[in-house]
């Protein structure tokens, strides 16, 4: 069982930026809703989440990369 876990981790890392990204842009979609819409700490953590999954993916590709 514990292979098969991280079998797919394996498959699932080099996504890992990606699905960030879009757990922000989620985020700051949900803010258009009006009872939403006057809390900027969702404002705040859709940023958040989005510059960290540009930087998660960035390291990725790097660390994945051979240059």
Do not use: C
């Amino acid at each position: 069982m514990k292979e098969t876990m991280t079998s797919k981790l394996q498959t699932i890392r080099p996504f890992a930026g990606l699905v960030i990204i879009v757990a922000g842009v989620l985020i700051l979609v949900a803010t258009r809703i009006p009872s939403l819409a006057s809390s900027n700490g969702l404002l705040l953590t859709g940023l958040l989440l989005i510059v960290a999954g540009i930087v998660v993916h960035i390291l990725l590709l790097k660390k994945d990369s051979k240059y």
